[in-house]
């Protein structure tokens, strides 16, 4: 099993910044990618972004310039830095890490862009 620590969402005005972070804790493997995925009212659970053990980094494309994924292999934390946010990107954000196969989510941190 695999435990999370998320932290950072909440409301911020469009242009603001946030910056989420997840711990993870548990029977972790030695590698592994973990990510950042969002689900807004209505729609499906999409990618946001990613990095691997070795620090390689996935952004999407609605993120790119604005977001950044960063990591901490010896605290087994993740962060996402958000930058001139919209309200578009107003969506519950999950953490996961995958390994062997497997993808394990976080319980979800609000993050609300409006003025």
């Known amino acids: 099993q695999v435990q999370f620590v998320e932290s950072g969402g909440g409301l911020v005005q469009p242009g603001g910044s946030l910056r989420l972070s997840c711990a993870a804790s548990?029977?972790?493997?030695?590698?592994?990618?973990m990510g950042w995925h969002r689900q807004a009212p209505g729609k499906q659970r999409e990618l946001v972004a990613a990095i691997s053990t070795g620090g390689r980094t996935n952004l999407a494309d609605s993120v790119k310039g604005r977001f950044s994924i960063s990591r901490d292999n010896n605290k087994n934390t993740i962060y996402l830095q958000m930058n001139s946010l919209k309200p578009e990107d107003t969506a519950v954000y999950y953490c996961?890490?995958?390994?062997?196969?497997?993808?394990?989510w976080g319980q979800g941190t609000q993050v609300t862009v409006s003025s």
């Open positions: 548990g029977d972790l493997f030695s590698i592994y990618t």
């Open positions: 996961n890490l995958d390994a062997l196969g497997k993808r394990y």
